[in-house]
């Protein structure tokens, strides 16, 4: 049965693709805090998609295989969605833009906190196809502005192609040589609480990436280099989770490049050479665990 996005029932969509932390090194801490991060990230062809139509009164919509699982804010004004509308909408405003009414319709295809940036990259979606909808344009440097209200993730989900993130997420370099791969993500369907896992880091003080954005490099090279890097969450969020300890070695068994866990967990993901070998992985893992949550799919490459 086709979904509602393939009948064409939105005036527009856009994708929100899973963020993968490739390597996540915790360099500092701001005195309000806040930890500051090296963070290599790529992101999947695979996410949660938006509809959007013009209404004649706001709507919020969720569907999909982990639609129950954002609770009351699937319909609340509580979803990261619904407050980039009314944000966006504030900003239009301001400036004597038209922001009328919209029907917003999520599919939710990602596992919800799981560390592969699913509400950040509805929120940056939102934004996108909002201001498509509404004909509204920004500069780059206020859209930024405005997706960090929505979140530190948020503005390099805006871009969701391969980048350095530094900072707290703000300070964004692409990656133009980037390649893709194939890739399997894997989630054992159990939450890791984000500041749990902060609050367990022993080392907050690691060293920043040594290499620049413009490297080039095969495949190879870059397998290599993402090798010689790390997530300095997964050790925590190991000893918080030992679902993601079995679930990486489960991955680890289908012989992949690289495994590793995603942001704070509980998603880990292995890299593959390509898509064939990914669904290949992903077979053997669903007959496994049936009950967890795997999907195959490719990552997004730079744009050279």
Known sequence: MPSMFDAGAFDLQEDAPAKINLALHVTG??????HLLDMLVTFARHGDRIGFSRSEADSFEVSGKFAADLGEQGQSGGNLIVKARDLLRS????SGADAPPVRIHLEKNLPVASGIGGGSADAAAALRGLMRLWDVSLTPEALKGLALQLGADVPMCLYSRPLIARGIGEDIALLPA???FGIVLGNPLVGVST????RRL?????PCFDFQPSRRGSAEDWISLIGSLRNDLEPPARALCGEIG??????????????RMSGS?????????DLRAAEAAATSLRLKRPDWYFQATTTTAGDL
């Open 29 to 34: 801490l701001r005195a309000d805090g806040y």
């Open 91 to 94: 900003v239009c405003r301001d």
């Open 178 to 180: 980037f390649p893709s």
């Open 195 to 198: 500041p749990a896992v902060f």
């Open 202 to 206: 022993q080392d907050k003080t690691n």
């Open 246 to 259: 079995a679930l990486s070695t489960l991955l680890a068994e289908q012989e992949p490049r690289l495994v």
């Open 265 to 273: 967990g509980a998603t880990c993901f292995a890299l593959f050479d």
